[in-house]
């Protein structure tokens, strides 16, 4: 019963060329996204998921490049498209929003003005069906008074309606992707729930797919039908949320999930993953996780393993189950 | 309703402002080692003379009454007469302030419309082939001498090449033959008015030089000042998250970008326009052009004081408004500054 994946990254590698070297950011990165699910990135800082999301729409900052892989959208590889092409899938086809709703909404335009505008960018409506379709966006995504909203500057708004109004915006064009790049984190935890279910809302009656990047474990586990665990640039663990989070395989899984609080170790010191994440600069040989690996083996210095299919939707990078695969 | 208020509470503030700048120029005029008295009489005055004219222009009276009575003429128009040539100084004012204003206001608009376009793809293309040119220019437009940019201006257009007149507002055939008629002073506004297309193009040709080469400075510092902005502002998050929606680039850098990164471009604008209207002598003596900055340099020459104060004020009044207009732009273009 597989849908047929909307967004399929394929081995993805992205670069960036510094002083220093060639950073690696992101190395190998596959996964899918299906029609009308919310699929969960995560990951701890700098493992290549921000990246990921912007490469999607082409918008690696520089002096970063894609230098392999491809990003299938509807079975159409985007890293092909013209410059023209990508400009209409961005904010039409396929959306993002980000961390801070207070500094990605511009601080000298009204709301109503902004959202017109990407309305009226990619389609072809007056000035009064735009208007129209702003504010029954606003209604579709809890804004009170839209009316209002229409006209009012992002200051004026609180930290969680600038979010909603962001999220208006994104999907005011009728995209069937929305990237998120850490939706939430820069808000209150109240509002980080209403801003998750409002998510969960929008893939339900508008059926817009989402990818949700974050390193909060608790918001995959509230909203995240599928999840997959990045490393380094690349997928570990990758499965059903339930899966990763309650049946994980992964070392690196593991250790995340060891390192959230929880009830039953009150008292005992949080475990932390021993070792640092590795620099893009220099990354270790074999599997990227080796040195930090409490099951290390010869083969993990040398080889780095494949995703690995464990059940029917569970897959694993890692040498451990090289036995199993199936 | 917020913003009536401001503006009225600044008015009055104005006002203070303007009695202290006449306190100030009015009482320093007096203080400095001249005698008005002689200079009205001219050259070899006899005693006699001196003390009539002291007479005549109130001189002998305490210093505090000479100042209310000539600020209750300020108040009804009447600025007093030049102690070196008895003209009226309100006369004198109508042909040179004008004459001034209309040079300073051409720069200003080379300055915007050069300036922020340049300074616009400087910024976006920071470190392109471009942005080095316009860094160049930018930089070669504040610190060119402006008397130097204009002689070698007139050598090249008029000397070599012939295109443009060498000096003066209006050719003196244009002024027996079709004469402008005089309503704002604004030669180009005049004639455009009058349907005088002969003389518009006559004016409009006498400006280019000296507007252009007055235009170095403000055009230099507006685009360095749009371009540092510019690259800042670009590296905002919502810059992104219009790039990502998929806006055209052509309206990310003009208008989302640019309403961002154009209050300091408008600062320096208006301070530049003032300190223009004085400023701008050596353009004006370079160019033979009649204007404030050569009226008010010899009537400091020649501490010519009614002229020097009814100048200050006038320059003043305009500092104050332009200050005034710059707050409330700033406040139009930014919503989140409170007056």
Known sequence: ?326 | MYRLEYIIRRLIMAIAVLISVSIVTFFIARVVPSDPAAAWVGSHPTEEQVAQARETLGLDRPLYEQYFRYMQGVLHGDLGKSVKTHQPISTDLKTFFPATLELVLVSMLIAIVFGIPLGVFSGAGKGSLLDHTTRLLAIAGVSIPTFWLGLILQLIFFGRLGFLPLNGRISTEIALYDPISQMTGFYLIDSAITGNWVAFKDALLHIILPAFTLATYPLGLTIRMTRSTMIEVLNEKYILAARVAGISERAILFILALKNAIIPTITVLGLSFVYSLTGAILVEVVFSWPGLGTYVTNAVLSIDFPVIVSVTLLVTVFYVFINLFLDLAQAMIDPRVTL
């Not at chain 1, 900052?61 to 410059?83: N, R, T, V």
């Not at chain 1, 208006?168 to 209403?194: F, M, N, R, Y």
């Not at chain 1, 608790?218 to 997959?228: I, K, L, P, W, Y």
């Not at chain 1, 040195?291 to 494949?306: F, G, Q």
Request: net charge negative.
């Open chain 1, 1 to 326: 019963m597989m849908a047929a994946p909307l967004l399929s990254i394929d081995k993805l590698h992205v670069q960036f060329r510094t002083y220093a070297g060639v950073v690696h950011a992101v190395n190998g990165m596959s996964f899918d996204v299906r029609k009308g699910e919310i699929f969960g990135l995560v990951g701890e800082s700098g493992c290549g998921k921000s990246v990921t999301g912007l490469a999607i729409l082409r918008m690696v900052p520089h002096p970063g490049q894609i230098s392999a892989g491809s990003i299938l959208f509807h079975g159409e590889d985007l890293l092909l498209k013209s410059k023209s092409e990508m400009q209409a899938i961005r904010g039409g086809r396929i959306a993002m929003i980000f961390q801070d709703p207070s500094a990605s909404l511009n601080p000298v335009f009204t709301i109503g003005n902004q959202i017109t505008r990407v309305i009226r960018q990619h389609l072809p409506v007056s000035r009064d069906e735009a208007k129209e379709r702003a504010l029954s966006m606003f209604a579709a995504v809890g804004l009170p008074d839209p009316e209002n909203i229409f006209h009012t500057y992002p200051h004026e708004l609180s930290g969680g309606l600038q979010q909603r109004a962001m999220i208006a915006l994104a999907l005011s064009t009728g995209a069937e992707l929305l990237v998120a790049d850490e939706p939430t984190t820069a808000l209150d935890v109240t509002i980080q729930a209403q801003i998750l279910v409002l998510l969960a809302e929008l893939r339900d009656k508008q059926g817009v797919s989402i990818l949700l990047i974050t390193h909060n474990l608790g918001v995959v586990a509230e909203t995240c039908d599928r999840v997959g665990v990045a490393y380094a640039g690349s997928i570990v663990e990758m499965g059903d949320t339930e899966d990763v989070l309650y049946h994980m395989k992964h070392p690196y899984t593991h250790g995340l999930l060891a390192a959230l609080p929880h009830p039953s170790r009150r008292g005992q010191l949080l475990q932390a993953i021993e070792g640092n994440v590795p620099n893009g600069l220099a990354l270790p040989s074999g599997c990227p996780f080796h040195p930090r690996c409490e099951h290390v083996m010869d083969v993990c210095r040398e080889k780095k393993p494949e995703l690995v299919c464990l059940g029917a939707e569970h897959l694993v990078a890692c040498h451990l189950y090289d036995e199993q695969r199936s």
